[in-house]
């Protein structure tokens, strides 16, 4: 009968070390999965707080080009309304009809090649705007690809 006890203790030492080898093993992997979560919530949150500041800038950069090409056109039209005064005046002093259209053919080429070199001008310009203000996005979907492509060959 003595032998009872000490294998009903044996078992009990064996049971209480086996529950303490599991719950120890189960507390480490929940350790690590926590760990895991919150490297993963930083990884995201910082992701997602550079993916706002390449729009933020991206943002800067149209509202700077806008400003530009704004007060380009502005200046076009100011430099075309004189020119247009000047060369009205220029026609009231017309002393003949063949000059009075002479005087407005020679405006109207002028007003179109102006006007043409202009839009080109500020088509480039756009262009350069469009190019630099999408510069921060395009970044950032090359991140996305290059997370995606990491995370993919984990």
């Keep these: 009968m003595a032998t009872a006890?000490?294998?009903?203790?044996?078992?009990?030492?064996?049971?209480?070390?086996?529950?303490?080898?599991?719950?120890?093993?189960?507390?480490?992997?929940?350790?690590?999965?926590?760990?895991?979560?919150?490297?993963?919530?930083s990884e995201a949150s910082s992701f997602g707080k550079q993916n706002i500041e390449a729009w933020l800038a991206s943002a800067a950069v149209a509202q700077k080009g806008f400003e530009a090409i704004s007060a380009r056109t502005v200046a076009f039209q100011k430099e075309?309304?004189?020119?247009?005064?000047?060369?009205?005046?220029?026609?009231?002093?017309?002393?003949?009809?063949?000059?009075?259209?002479?005087?407005?053919?020679?405006y109207a080429k002028t007003s179109f090649e102006a006007y043409v070199a202009e839009l080109t001008s500020v088509s480039d310009l756009v262009q350069g705007v469009a190019k630099e203000a999408i510069a921060p996005i395009n970044d950032r979907v090359n991140a996305v690809g290059q997370l995606i492509q990491t995370n993919v060959a984990r």
């Design 5 to 41: 006890p000490k294998t009903a203790a044996r078992a009990t030492k064996t049971a209480t070390e086996a529950f303490e080898q599991v719950t120890a093993g189960a507390s480490e992997a929940a350790r690590e999965n926590i760990d895991r979560s919150l490297a993963a919530m």
């Design 80 to 106: 075309a309304l004189e020119k247009h005064v000047a060369a009205t005046k220029a026609l009231m002093t017309s002393k003949s009809v063949q000059e009075f259209v002479e005087k407005q053919n020679d």
